[in-house]
């Protein structure tokens, strides 16, 4: 029985799946042990049950804007030696940093889970660059959601080894069947539908002004087609007030799934994002899918059924919308089966055999050096 800790900032909902898939492994003991709190735009209040052990470690929590905290985790260290694992998960932060000195004080395996991509981490400043190099150079494996971030990685690292385990969600709430899919596609209007924080760097002015665009071209879309925004933040989007465009603001768990089943368009206009969880989402919910380059997982997320245009891009994005809403319904209905065949490379269980691959160490291969 391996002794495993996962340290993470917080529990989010859609993670709980993945961790019990682990801690119902025979050989696993799981524990979870977590710091801080979610930032102003997570605003989640419903959480499965959970089958793993948790820890609350103590934490001086900073509120430094709508999208970050700075966190102090001042007890991560002696929460480690308290717990003496076997095997730590850990991000390249400050969980990584009590990670980095406790495996160096007793020799304990770890593991680097991170989801960050070049688009996100250009402007990363030279002391997180230097601290990453060191922990990645003593870090046995590399947990990533997708070659993106494996790319990021071997920047630092080229000679370490990967273990794949795709961001995932919980996926009886969003999946729909063929029989599902082609129901919805049977009805006359299309809903094109956006999922996210209302900030700069999710692109919902460059959607707002997108799809507009795509309505004052071909007016008779109006009578078909229709955008809908899930989403809160502190952008104020009231100069888009149309008819066509419904504002529908937070919700979660079964009114929150029903969008994205009703959905037959997800667009996730972000000018950088990691591994964005709505896109999986909207996989699994039978959506044809539009995505930037800027999106972390649309290598994986996006071949043959959507388009992935250039950040930034509203003339890119209006041309995408443009030709996908006037597509012959046939042809956007196998788009949107392709995403369920997509889905399945997104599985919880898929995701669970990448962390076990990790935690069971398939190979002794780690990085040498940083570069």
Same mark, same amino acid.
């Given at each position: 029985m391996k002794k495993v800790v996962i340290l993470q900032k917080y529990i989010a909902p859609y993670r709980i799946p993945l961790f019990n898939g682990i801690a119902r492994h025979p050989d696993v003991e799981l524990t979870l042990v977590y710091y801080g709190k979610p930032e102003a735009r997570r605003r989640w209040s419903f959480f499965a049950g959970r089958e793993f052990s948790e820890v609350q470690a103590r934490c001086v929590s900073v509120n430094s804007g709508y999208e970050r905290n700075m966190e102090f985790p001042h007890s991560l260290y002696a929460d480690l030696v308290r717990l003496r694992p076997d095997f730590v998960i850990c991000a390249p932060d400050m969980g990584g940093i009590a990670t980095g000195i406790y495996s160096w004080k007793h020799e304990t395996r770890y593991a680097i889970w991170s989801e960050a991509i070049p688009a996100t981490e250009g402007r990363v400043s030279l002391w997180k660059k230097k601290l990453r190099q060191r922990l990645y150079r003593n870090a046995e494996s590399f947990i990533v959601p997708g070659s993106l971030s494996e790319t990021y990685i071997r920047a630092f690292c080229p000679t370490a080894q990967f273990h794949h385990a795709p961001n995932t969600v919980e996926e009886e709430r969003f999946s729909l069947d063929r029989e599902g899919v082609h129901?919805?596609?049977?009805?006359?209007?299309?809903?094109?539908?956006?999922?996210?924080?209302?900030?700069?760097?999710?692109?919902?002015?460059?959607?707002?002004?997108?799809?507009?665009?795509?309505?004052?071209?071909?007016?008779?879309?109006?009578?078909?087609?229709?955008?809908?925004?899930?989403?809160? =933040?502190?952008?104020?989007?009231?100069?888009?007030?149309?008819?066509?465009?419904?504002?529908?603001?937070?919700?979660?768990?079964?009114?929150?799934?029903?969008?994205?089943?009703?959905?037959?368009?997800?667009?996730?206009?972000?000018?950088?994002?990691?591994?964005?969880?709505?896109?999986?989402?909207?996989?699994?919910? =039978?959506?044809?899918?539009?995505?930037?380059?800027?999106?972390?997982?649309?290598?994986?997320?996006?071949?043959?059924?959507?388009?992935?245009?250039?950040?930034?891009?509203?003339?890119?994005?209006?041309?995408?919308?443009?030709?996908?809403?006037t597509l012959p319904r046939a042809e956007l209905l196998g788009m949107a089966c392709n995403s369920l065949d997509i889905a399945h490379d997104f599985s919880v269980a898929r995701s669970v055999d990448g962390f076990l691959a990790a935690i069971r160490g398939n190979s002794t291969e780690c990085c040498e050096r940083a570069v």
């Open positions: 129901a919805k596609f049977a009805g006359e209007r299309l809903i094109v539908t956006f999922s996210g924080s209302l900030i700069e760097r999710k692109g919902i002015l460059l959607l707002l002004e997108a799809f507009i665009r795509v309505l004052r071209e071909h007016p008779e879309l109006r009578e078909t087609c229709q955008l809908r925004v899930l989403g809160t =933040g502190p952008l104020d989007i009231s100069d888009f007030n149309d008819e066509n465009i419904e504002v529908v603001g937070f919700c979660e768990q079964d009114a929150y799934a029903a969008h994205l089943r009703e959905s037959h368009i997800f667009v996730l206009p972000s000018l950088h994002d990691n591994n964005p969880l709505t896109v999986v989402e909207g996989l699994f919910a =039978g959506n044809v899918i539009v995505v930037t380059a800027g999106v972390g997982n649309h290598p994986e997320a996006v071949h043959g059924n959507g388009s992935v245009v250039s950040s930034g891009s509203a003339d890119e994005l209006a041309q995408a919308l443009e030709r996908l809403v």
